[in-house]
Structure formats: structure tokens, C-alpha cells
């Protein structure tokens, strides 16, 4: 345990500046235990759970099992580990009484591969903490750290506080899964199938972020998701590019050309029938929207780049959250080795992501892109168009009890009303859990854009860590308060 007691020296001098208030015990105990939360938090961050890469699939079991004995460890009932056709989903429960309302906490153990693993500082799997402009009370370098491992885990904590304590004010169910970052394919079919096991009042999930650690945020909403792969195929082999250059279609020039015309000079999306389903947003909305703080200097600094870029007639946050885009997300073919092949390639490939926003509908985006992209294959070519996992938006109200709790709580926490914001990023399975178990859902994250997550060096604040685990017992209360 070497490693750890680094983490512990390092970790005693972080003073947490507790709100004093109701719900002492579980405050104190929060405080008392807070080293003991980040090893165990490390131990887990130690197993390379990439749900995408078979070559981790005994990585992804032994972290649910970790969980799973966690969550035994700590006094919750029913704990299973159930079995899907892909990684398992890990269950466990405490009824306190069958009057109490019941939060059904939702979260993901598995991560993004580490890939590219010669970017980060330290290696993807061995967590460090590190100080950062952004961090000074220090952040816990690794792969899932703040997607989602470290968010997930303030709820497993904060249980754990209340239990202890004597302090949980309603029943609680947890269901993390092991397939958030593949498409939750076996969590569709779990949720459908376990009805009676789900049944609950709310849904709460840390899984996004927030606007800065002095300015908390609840997010409200986001986008979904249309995942597509391409490939044009020009000639049956690869051909020398002197002696047919110029004279055949070559499918990468041809994919190009397809790709870029995909915006117009607005950037406006040109495929017919994109924008028909899209919400706009009312002038009050919009400027509702225009109040949360943002500074497109710090942003682009934050990011290295000398300008913006996005459709025309929308600010950055708008563009971010409220409207869909069209991004390719990879592109290949061709000779990408060392040194030079002249080569026109018989076929090339690109991973295109559209995020939709209300009422657009994943399937009818897939197929509107199919129908155009294949209408505009060049002459010569031939064009496939290959579905993957989409995901429907979510918008959530802030006027239910369930919102009004958890801005109570961040109020209590912070001394501040959390602002509620509209995220760009997507998480398909809550707005299954609506349409499918008919619950709404509160997100609480406590993740930073700038804690680099699907990228190298991805981190998660101290700070962001213990002020979720102390946040999220005072929805519990609230929640039960305001539900009598
Ligand atoms: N936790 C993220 C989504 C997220 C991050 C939402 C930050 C809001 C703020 C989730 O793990 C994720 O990465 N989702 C994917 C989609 C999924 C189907 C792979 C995404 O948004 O790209
Ligand atoms: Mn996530
Ligand atoms: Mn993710």
C-alpha cells in the first residue's frame, strides 16, 4: 500500500470547509473518514475497466466485484452482481421504510479507453494527485477519475455516511453499470426487465459536470446521439496514383469533399429535414440561458485556440447544448505509414457523430443521414452508411420537488443557488428511464470541463469529490422533507 500512503501525506493537509448545519453526524463522519474515501476511491481507479476493449473484459468483472463487496462491506442488502450479455451490472439496496420515498442512484464503473496512452503525465491506471491552477486543494489524476468512477463513488460514500450515522431519511437503490461509455445496449434490456426491482421516485445521477467550484450547477438537460460509420469505395484495388490519378473517383478526395459539404457557409447542417423536429428556444429562455457565467476568453485560452467556430446566429453555450451538430469523430485510409506510397486507395472511412436535441428522434437522424449521404456518393463510387447506439435527448423541469431538493442541498453546501444549465454531452439511458420505468431524473455532477474526460490526464478535484459526498446526504433530507 505505498502508493496510497503518498496520497494520505499528501492529502493531510486539505482542510474541507464544512458547512456546519443539520445532519452533524453524517457531516462528522464524512470528515472523520475522508482519507480512508480517497484510497478506496484509488484502489478503484487501479482496475482498467474499458468496457470497449474485450482485452479488459476480466478488468471490468473484478471491478464490479470490487464494488459489489463494497457495497456488501458497507450494510446495503440484496447486493448482486447481475450477469448481462456484455459487463455486468452491480445492484444493492437499503429500505428503510416502505413510507420513505426511494432514490435510485445510477452511475457507471466502467471507463473510456486510456488511448492516447504516451499523452499522459502518468500512466492511466496508476492515480496520482496533483495540484492544478484550476485545483489547488489538488485533483486525483486517472482514467475514469471524474467519468465516472469518482462521481459515482460520492454516492457509495455519502450512503455509507448516513447509514453509519443513522441519518438516511429515505430508501435508497443503486444500479451501476458496467456499459455507459459502449451505448448501456444490456441496461435497456435490464431496466425493462426489472420493473418491480426499479421501482423508486427519482432517479439521481452524477455523471456531469458543473460551471466552476464557486458557481454550482444542476444540469437540466442533454443532447442525444446519432453514431454513424461511412465507407466509400471507389475502385476494386488499390491503385498506382500515376498511372490512374486523375482519372478515377478517389474515395478519400471523394469522402472529403462528401464530409465538407455537409455544412454550409453558416454552418448550418444541410442534410433535408435535420432542423424540421428541433425546439427553438423562446427570446426568455434563451436569455434565462445568457445569465450563467461564461468567458469565451478563459474558454478558448482553456483550450488553445484564437477563435470560436459553430452556427451562425448562436452564442458558444448555445451552440453547446442547444443546438445538434454534425462532427466527424475519425477518418482513415490509405497509405498512414512512414515515408511516402502513391497510392489512390480502393476505399476510405469516417466515424461520424450527430447530438440532437428535443424532439429530434435518433432513428429518423440515422436514417435522414443515410438517405442524404448516399444520394450524394460521387460517380464511381459506391457509399455504405452503418448505424451505431444512438440515444434520444433529455430535458428535465426545475420546478418538481426532486430539483427543488438538490438545489436546496448544493445551497446548503455551497452558500449558493445552483444555476440550472443545459449540457452538450449525452447520457442515452435517462431518457430510457423515463419512457421505460417513468422516472424523472436530477443530475448532480460535480465534474469540471477542464478535468480533461475521454482525454489524457483526465482528473477529478478534491474538492469536487468531498463537497459531492457532502452534498448529496442533504437531498436525501430534502427530498424527504419536501416529499411529506
Ligand atoms: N458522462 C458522460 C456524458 C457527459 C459528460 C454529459 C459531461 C454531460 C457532461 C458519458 O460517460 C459519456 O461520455 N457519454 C457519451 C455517449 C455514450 C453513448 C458513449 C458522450 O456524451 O459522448
Ligand atoms: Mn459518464
Ligand atoms: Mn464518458
Not at 139 to 149: L, T, W
Not at 450 to 471: C, Q, R, V, W
Request: hydrophobic fraction near 40%; charge should be negative.
Amino acid at each position: 500500500m505505498a502508493k496510497s500512503c503518498i496520497i494520505l501525506n499528501f492529502d493531510a493537509s486539505f482542510k474541507i470547509n464544512f458547512f456546519s448545519g443539520f445532519m452533524n453526524k453524517t457531516i462528522e463522519y464524512i470528515i472523520n473518514n475522508k482519507n480512508r474515501f480517497l484510497e478506496e476511491l484509488t484502489s478503484l481507479l487501479r482496475i482498467p475497466s474499458v468496457s470497449a476493449d474485450s482485452a479488459y473484459k476480466a478488468d471490468v468483472a473484478k471491478a464490479a466485484d470490487f464494488l459489489a463487496d463494497h457495497l456488501k462491506e458497507i450494510g446495503l442488502d440484496k447486493v448482486t452482481v447481475f450477469p448481462t450479455k456484455g459487463h455486468p451490472i452491480v445492484y444493492a439496496e437499503k429500505i428503510i421504510d416502505s413510507s420513505s420515498p426511494t432514490v435510485l442512484v445510477y452511475g457507471h464503473y466502467d471507463v473510456q479507453p486510456a488511448d492516447p496512452i504516451e499523452l499522459w503525465d502518468s500512466p492511466a491506471f496508476e492515480p496520482v494527485i496533483k495540484k492544478t491552477e484550476i485545483h489547488p486543494e489538488g485533483a486525483i489524476f486517472a482514467r475514469g477519475a471524474c467519468d465516472d468512477k469518482g462521481q459515482m463513488f460520492m454516492h457509495v460514500k455519502a450512503v455509507e455516511a448516513m447509514l453509519r450515522t443513522g441519518e438516511l431519511k429515505c430508501n435508497v437503490k443503486l444500479m451501476i453499470e458496467g456499459e455507459e461509455e459502449v451505448g448501456s445496449v444490456n441496461l435497456e434490456h435490464f431496466i425493462t426487465e426489472q420493473k418491480e426491482l426499479l421501482k423508486a421516485d427519482i432517479i439521481l445521477v452524477s455523471d456531469t459536470g458543473m460551471l466552476a467550484n464557486d458557481t454550482p450547477s444542476i444540469t437540466t438537460g442533454l443532447r442525444g446521439l446519432s453514431y454513424v460509420e461511412v465507407e466509400v469505395t471507389g475502385p476494386n484495388r488499390d491503385l498506382h496514383s500515376g498511372l490512374y490519378g486523375g482519372c478515377v473517383a478517389n474515395p478519400i478526395n471523394s469522402l472529403a469533399k462528401m464530409i465538407a459539404s455537409l455544412h454550409d457557409e453558416n454552418n448550418h447542417i444541410t442534410i433535408p429535414g435535420f432542423y424540421d423536429k428541433v425546439i427553438e428556444l423562446s427570446a426568455e429562455e434563451r436569455a434565462m440561458m445568457a445569465q450563467a457565467p461564461f468567458d469565451e476568453g478563459k474558454y478558448k485560452k482553456s483550450i488553445g485556440i484564437t477563435a470560436v467556430q459553430g452556427e451562425k446566429g448562436y452564442t458558444t453555450p448555445e451552440r453547446g447544448a442547444i443546438r445538434p451538430t454534425l462532427d466527424v469523430n475519425g477518418i482513415w485510409g490509405g497509405y498512414t505509414g512512414e515515408g511516402a506510397k502513391t497510392v489512390i486507395a480502393s476505399k476510405a472511412y469516417a466515424k461520424i457523430s450527430m447530438r440532437l436535441v428535443p424532439d429530434q428522434h435518433p432513428d429518423e437522424i440515422t436514417q435522414l443521414f443515410k438517405n442524404h449521404f448516399e444520394s450524394i456518393a460521387e460517380a464511381g463510387t459506391t457509399v455504405e452508411v452503418r448505424p451505431h447506439h444512438g440515444g434520444f435527448p433529455v430535458v428535465t423541469p426545475i420546478d418538481s420537488i426532486a430539483y427543488q431538493a438538490a438545489s436546496k442541498a448544493y445551497e446548503q453546501t455551497f452558500g449558493k443557488i445552483p444555476v440550472p444549465v443545459r449540457s452538450g454531452g449525452s447520457i442515452p439511458i435517462i431518457a430510457l428511464f423515463e419512457s421505460v420505468l417513468g422516472l424523472k431524473t436530477i443530475m448532480m455532477g460535480f465534474g469540471l470541463d477542464s478535468d480533461a474526460i475521454h482525454s489524457p490526464n483526465e482528473h477529478y478535484g478534491l474538492f469536487n469529490y468531498y463537497k459531492g459526498i457532502e452534498t448529496i446526504p442533504y437531498f436525501y433530507q430534502y427530498f424527504k422533507e419536501l416529499n411529506k
